[in-house]
C-alpha cells in the first residue's frame, strides 16, 4: 500500500495516505473464514479472511485493496456521526442494526478509495482488468451519489447488509447521505488534496454506468 516509485513518490497516493493515518489509530484485526471478504463492524475493529495471515497471499492489487477498503471504514467511523457516519457501537433503533450500523454512502467512499489504490498498483499488462475497474470507479465518484449507492447493491446483490441498508435508507429522507460531495468526505477524513485529485483524474478515464431503482426492485 506504501510502496514507492524510484523517484521516491508513492505508487499509490491514496494508499499511502490510508496508510499513514491509520497509524495513528490502535486497530484489532480479527481473521475468520469469511470466504475473501471482510468487514468493520464497529470502531477500531477489522475483520478479514484467514488467508490474509499469509503476507505473501495479500499482496495482490485486488487484496490491498480490501484491505484499504476496510481501513478506510475505519476512519469513516472516527468521526462518530450517528446519521452518516456511525461509530457501529450499541445503539438501539427501530430499523437500523442495534450493533455494526452503517450507510451505503460509507461504502461508496470506501470503494472509491480501494478502487483506486487497485487501479494505481494493476501491472501495465492487465488493461483490461484497469478498464473495468475505471468505469467501477467513474460509477461511485459521479455527481449522483444516490446512484453510486444503487450500483454498490446492484453488483453485490448477495450482500444482505447492503440490502437492508438500502430499504432503511429509501424511507429515509436524505437516504443517510450527507450533502457534501465524496471530495469534501475524503478531505474531512485526512486524505491530501493531491491525493483527492488524483482520484478525481482516474475516474474520468472510466464510464459510468446509471443504474435505475427499477433494476433494484426487479432484483437485478
Known sequence: MRALRSSGEPVSPAG??????????????????????GATPWRRMIVLDTSYRDAGQSQSPARIALVAHEMLHVLQRELRDPEFWPSGGFRPS????????????????????????????????????????????????GEDALNA????????KNNSIYRQNY????????????????????????????????????????????????????GG
Open 16 to 37: 499511502s495516505d490510508v496508510a499513514r493515518l491509520i497509524q495513528a489509530i490502535v486497530v484489532r484485526v480479527v481473521y475468520l473464514p469469511t470466504r475473501g471478504s
Open 167 to 218: 430499504r432503511v435508507e429509501a424511507r429515509t429522507p436524505g437516504h443517510r447521505m450527507p450533502s457534501q460531495q465524496w471530495t469534501h468526505w475524503l478531505g474531512v477524513i485526512g486524505l491530501e488534496d493531491q491525493t483527492i485529485e488524483h482520484i478525481r483524474n482516474l475516474a474520468t478515464v472510466g464510464q459510468p454506468k446509471v443504474i435505475a431503482k427499477d433494476e433494484l426492485e426487479a
Open 94 to 141: 427501530l430499523t437500523r442494526r442495534w450493533i455494526g450500523d452503517s450507510t451505503n454512502y460509507m461504502e461508496v467512499l470506501a470503494y472509491i478509495v480501494g478502487t483506486s489504490i487497485e487501479i494505481d498498483l494493476l501491472p501495465e499488462q492487465e488493461g483490461g482488468k484497469a478498464r473495468q475497474l475505471s468505469d467501477w470507479l467513474a460509477t461511485m465518484a
Open 149 to 156: 449507492t444503487r450500483a454498490v447493491v446492484k453488483r453485490y
